[in-house]
Structure formats: structure tokens, C-alpha cells
């Protein structure tokens, strides 16, 4: 091979990095917004304003209302729901404005994420800066984005009529729905990124990979328990640790008929959601311990310990909301939390299956070169 050959080489090489590079960067950037949309929905949860528009305008709904009228017009549809009596009744139109920005803020959050996701996903694939096979999956993430949409607003439905809340069965199924696109988001990204040749021990046993996998799919379950819990408003009774008022099991954890007690026992939901953290932990703290008797590769080891830690801080938070009666900080901090627990478990997946391993052309390209 000429030295014009592999210069030439070369440049192609770099130009190839550099562009996944970009991708990843951007997936990564999507990941971040709907890791704040998460927050933004907890936050419109908690001041009790997810009710507050009470129509789905995919399009004209971006633009808020721009008068008196059309303010009035808004707070008078609101005023006719049965949250507006229970909860809302008398307020003013300044407080109806504070609870209607917060849920067309989250509205305009997921329109901003479809723009920011769709438009550079059609100029990678354009330009072929796409990995192959890639620009399907990438379809099916922005299709699931489109889905979360209309599933949001079947939430938001659910509280329009005949409750003064959504219902906690499709609160769980948007929130679920929310987590399983940023860990794809998360993975793809990871997928993406250039590798890097530092391979500094062996890949990861059988036992380890199978951990890691149960590992993200007990933190999705926590998700889903943590959404009852938010759907019930379970956080605002038992607000004592370790026990439950005393109790290790509360006294009201069933009600009739006993099968409905998983999804609709406000005790139920808190117990669920307090032992499940700590089966997590004892994952998680099971897999540092695996990492660090067994020679695997550095990431494999470093991302079990991060995440560890994460689950550590996760439940001082969630110990913190429940002792100060879901104060609203602690509150979105433990929401955020939870995010960023669920994206430490899929880096740390996704270094069980990748750190370690050489691309089948880096012998082949170092022999070309010595060449």
C-alpha cells in the first residue's frame, strides 16, 4: 500500500468517525430532553396542572393563548371539569395561567423533542453518516416518540370526565413508555460512537451479562410501581422510614376485590414501591461485587460501581421526599433520579456486551498500515 493509499485511507476513516461522533452527540442531546420532559411531567404532576388544557391541538397547540378572551375561553372549558370543583375552585385567572404554562410547557417539550429528534435523523440518513441497518430503528424510535404523544393525551383524557385525576393504569403506561425511549435513545447512542481501542481486561462472564439485563429490567418494573405511587398520590401517607407507621406490612395494604390491592391500594403502592428499591440494591450491589472479583474490562467494573452509587443516592432521595411529605424539589430530584439510575443500568448493559471486543477489521487495518 502507497503512503497516498493510506493517507487516503485515513481521511476517510477520520471523516467516518467524525460523523458518527455527531450522531451520537445528537442522540445523546435528544436523551437529555426527554430526561427534562420526565422532570417537566413530574413537576406538572405535583402542582396539580396536568388537567388544566383540556384539548389536544398537536398543532395549534403550541401557540398559548394571546388575549383575555382567549385566556377566558381556556379557564371557562377548565371550570367545567370535575378537578376545577375539587381542587381549582375560586382561583384566579393568574393561578389558572401558572397551572396551564406548566402543562403547555410539557406539551411544547415533547413537540420541541420531535423536531430535534426528526429533522438531524433525516439529515444523517441522507448523508449516509448513519451506521447500516440503523435509519429503520431510528424510524421505530420516532414512531414510539408519535405514540407517547397519543398516549399522553389517553392520559390526560382519563381525567377530563368522570375524575379529578388521570388515571394511575395509563400514568404507569406513559411514564413506562417515556423510560423505554430514552434507554433507546441511550443505547443507540452508545452504538454509535466510535470505538476505542482500550481494552484493559476480559469481557464480561455469562452471570454478569445476565445481571445486567435483570438489572435494567428491575429498575423499568420500579418505574412502573413508582408511577402507581405517583398516580395514587401514595407518597403522602406512611411518611416514615424504615417502618410503615410502625408496621413492617400496613395493616391496609388489601382492599376488595384483593386482586385490584397491586394497583389500586394507596399502601400497596408504597410498600411495593419501597421493596422493590431495595431488590434493586441488592442487584445492584450483587453486580459490584461480580465486577470486581472477575478480570473483566474496566467499563464493565467502573459502570457497576457508578451505578451502584446512583442507586445508593436514589434512595436517600426517595426516603427524603417521603419524610417531608413529597416536598416539591425532593420530589423532581427523585424523579430525575430515577432517569438517570435507568441510564447508568443500560451504559453498564451495554458495556457487558461491547467492552472487550475488537472490530473484526482492527488487525486487518494494523497490518495494513504497517504495510
Not at 319 to 325: D, F, K, R
Not at 357 to 366: L, T
Amino acid at each position: 500500500m502507497t503512503m497516498m493509499q493510506l493517507s487516503e485511507n485515513r481521511d476517510v476513516t477520520s471523516e467516518n468517525e467524525g460523523g458518527r461522533r455527531a450522531v451520537s452527540l445528537w442522540l445523546w442531546l435528544v436523551a437529555a430532553l426527554v430526561l427534562a420532559m420526565v422532570v417537566v411531567g413530574g413537576a406538572t404532576r405535583l402542582t396539580e396542572s396536568g388537567l388544566s388544557i383540556t384539548e389536544w391541538q398537536p398543532i395549534l397547540g403550541a401557540i398559548p393563548p394571546l388575549n383575555e378572551a382567549d385566556w377566558m375561553s381556556a379557564f371557562e372549558k377548565y371550570k367545567a371539569i370535575p378537578q376545577y370543583a375539587a381542587i381549582h375552585e375560586g382561583m384566579s385567572l393568574g393561578d389558572f395561567k401558572f397551572i396551564y404554562y406548566w402543562e403547555w410547557s410539557h406539551r411544547l417539550l415533547g413537540r420541541a423533542i420531535g423536531f430535534v429528534f426528526a429533522i438531524p435523523f433525516l439529515y444523517f440518513w441522507w448523508t449516509s453518516k448513519l451506521k447500516r441497518g440503523t435509519g429503520m430503528k431510528f424510524l421505530g424510535i420516532l414512531a414510539l416518540g408519535g405514540l407517547q404523544g397519543v398516549i399522553g393525551w389517553y392520559m390526560v383524557k382519563s381525567g377530563l370526565s368522570d375524575r379529578i385525576e388521570v388515571s394511575q393504569y395509563r400514568l404507569a403506561l406513559h411514564l413506562t413508555t417515556a423510560f423505554m425511549i430514552l434507554g433507546l435513545l441511550v443505547w443507540v447512542a452508545l452504538e454509535e460512537w466510535p470505538s476505542q481501542m482500550r481494552i484493559t481486561g476480559e469481557i464480561a462472564t455469562p452471570l454478569i451479562k445476565r445481571m445486567a439485563a435483570v438489572i435494567v429490567a428491575a429498575i423499568l418494573v420500579q418505574v412502573v410501581l413508582g408511577a402507581f405511587v405517583a398516580g395514587l398520590r401514595a407518597g403522602y401517607i406512611y411518611n416514615t422510614w424504615p417502618s410503615m407507621d410502625g408496621q413492617f406490612v400496613p395493616s391496609d395494604y388489601w382492599i376488595k376485590p384483593a386482586y385490584l390491592s397491586f394497583f389500586e391500594s394507596h399502601a400497596a403502592a408504597q410498600f411495593n414501591h419501597r421493596m422493590m428499591a431495595y431488590l434493586v440494591a441488592i442487584l445492584a450491589f450483587t453486580q459490584v461485587w461480580l465486577t470486581t472479583r472477575a478480570p473483566v474490562d474496566d467499563r464493565i467494573r467502573l459502570t457497576a460501581q457508578w451505578l451502584g452509587a446512583a442507586v445508593v443516592l436514589q434512595i436517600a432521595l426517595g426516603i427524603a421526599t417521603l419524610l417531608l411529605h413529597v416536598r416539591l424539589d425532593l420530589a423532581l430530584s427523585h424523579q430525575a433520579g430515577g432517569a438517570l439510575v435507568f441510564i447508568m443500568a443500560v451504559v453498564h448493559l451495554h458495556a457487558t456486551r461491547r467492552a472487550g471486543i475488537v472490530p473484526r477489521d482492527y488487525f486487518a487495518s494494523r497490518g495494513r498500515a504497517s504495510a
